[in-house]
């Protein structure tokens, strides 16, 4: 079935950075665009980026623009979130998604289980 | 930046319908989805393209859209809909959610 897998997560300082990753079984990951959202304890969804199929187009939200990078390998049925210098309110549960739709209608489906980052000193 | 507005919660008593709102200028030109998030669980989307229901997913979720508004309906709300409850929306390249509505079936 189609499944997404988060890893990567775990406990960095300000400043410090993290790479996740996301597996993707199922389905040819390679014809699909693929997002990252994330969720602060307590609070709602915030998507971050996402990617085209391609990697030829990139797209951020202003929050992590110039500190996250998304990319992916349709090798391996990867795609990936590097974060550099990290700060507190980046603490979130970080969930990957598959894009399904068209660029003008469009929608989540499946989700990862998530994977936690915390910063923190 | 383009914004999403839900009520922070509601409640409905079993049985009973609940309606669910999103508001942002202009929503009813975009085309909004719906997703359910159970505590501790991942979201679902429940709703796409305004109206749709994805396969599996229980004939008592509709959703409609008009004007500045959409809405995501429950029909003969039951006690394992209690959830929360994000609208999402394309804005130019970049993708919003609203602020999300914790449903409490009472």
């Known amino acids: 079935q189609v499944q997404l897998v988060e890893s990567g997560g775990g406990l960095v300082k300000p400043g410090g950075s993290l790479r996740l990753s996301c597996g993707a079984s199922?389905?040819?990951?390679?014809?699909?665009?693929m997002t990252w959202i994330r969720q602060a304890p307590g609070k709602g969804l915030e998507w971050i980026s996402y990617?085209?199929?391609?990697?030829?187009?990139?797209y951020y939200a202003d929050s992590v623009k110039g500190r996250f990078t998304i990319s992916r390998d349709n090798a391996k049925n990867s795609v990936y979130l590097q974060m550099n210098s990290l700060r507190a309110e980046d603490t979130a549960l970080y969930y990957c998604?598959?894009?399904?739709?068209?660029?003008?209608?469009?929608?989540?489906?499946?989700w990862g289980q998530g994977t936690l980052v915390t910063v923190s000193s | 930046s383009y914004e999403l507005t839900q009520p922070p919660s509601m409640s409905v008593s079993p049985g009973q319908t609940a309606s669910i709102t999103c508001s942002g200028d202009?929503?009813?030109?975009?085309?909004t989805s719906w997703y359910q998030q159970k505590p501790g669980q991942s979201p679902v989307v429940v709703i796409y393209?305004?109206?749709r229901r994805p396969s599996g997913i229980s004939e008592r979720f509709s959703g409609s859209s008009s004007g500045n508004t959409a809405t995501l309906t429950i029909s003969a709300t039951q006690a394992l809909d209690e959830a929360d409850y994000y609208c999402q929306a394309r804005d130019s390249t970049t993708v919003v959610f609203g602020g999300g509505t914790k449903l409490s079936v009472l």
């Open positions: 990617i085209t199929s391609s990697s030829h187009t990139t």
């Open positions: 202009d929503l009813g030109d975009r085309y």
């Open positions: 393209h305004n109206n």
């Open positions: 199922g389905f040819i990951l390679s014809d699909y665009y």
């Open positions: 998604a598959r894009w399904v739709g068209t660029t003008t209608s469009y929608w989540f489906d499946p």
